[in-house]
């Protein structure tokens, strides 16, 4: 028995059971998986990417000066609008300003009146864009007037 066990060990093949074979470069699917946990649950189909998220990545809360900013271009977008020359943005409304998603940019949500049609009212608030831009930067007192970006919603 010894001295078979030394030949084998030469020969390179002590285990006669487990046959040697090339490593495969296929990739295994997932369903070949699934064969090697005992029991899948709900945790397992987990997103890893919420798994592993930091809480300094979270999206924060507009802070105090934020808000107080998107104030002032709230009341200077109110005027501005009272102001324009295009019937229809004389007829809408600023609702809310935003950071979006933050405060070189801010969100306009306008609202239309359900009379006037929202494309038309969009098309004209955008054409009237740089007109309203140029109200708020004389309006509030920063280095760069923030980019606006207009939403029309029904009433």
Not at 29 to 37: G, H, I, N, P
Not at 58 to 78: F, H, I, M, T, Y
Request: hydrophobic share 45%.
């Amino acid at each position: 028995m010894l001295l078979r066990l030394l030949f084998a060990w030469r020969l390179g093949n002590i285990f006669p059971s487990l046959e040697r074979s090339p490593m495969s470069r296929r990739r295994q699917k997932a369903d070949e998986f699934r064969s090697l946990a005992a029991e899948s649950s709900p945790e397992d189909s987990g997103d890893p990417k919420e798994f592993h998220t930091k809480p300094w990545n979270a999206p924060k809360k507009a802070s105090r000066k934020a808000q107080q900013l998107c104030e002032q271009v709230k009341n200077a977008l109110a005027g501005a609008f009272a102001g324009c020359a295009e019937e229809l943005v004389q007829s809408a409304r600023v609702f809310a300003v935003q950071p979006a998603p933050h405060t070189g940019r801010l969100l306009v949500l306008v609202s239309v009146p359900a009379d006037l049609g929202r494309d038309a009212v969009a098309n004209a608030v955008q054409r009237a864009a740089g007109y309203l831009r140029a109200e708020v930067a004389a309006a509030i007192s920063r280095r760069y007037a923030p980019e606006l970006v207009f939403e029309v919603i029904g009433e």
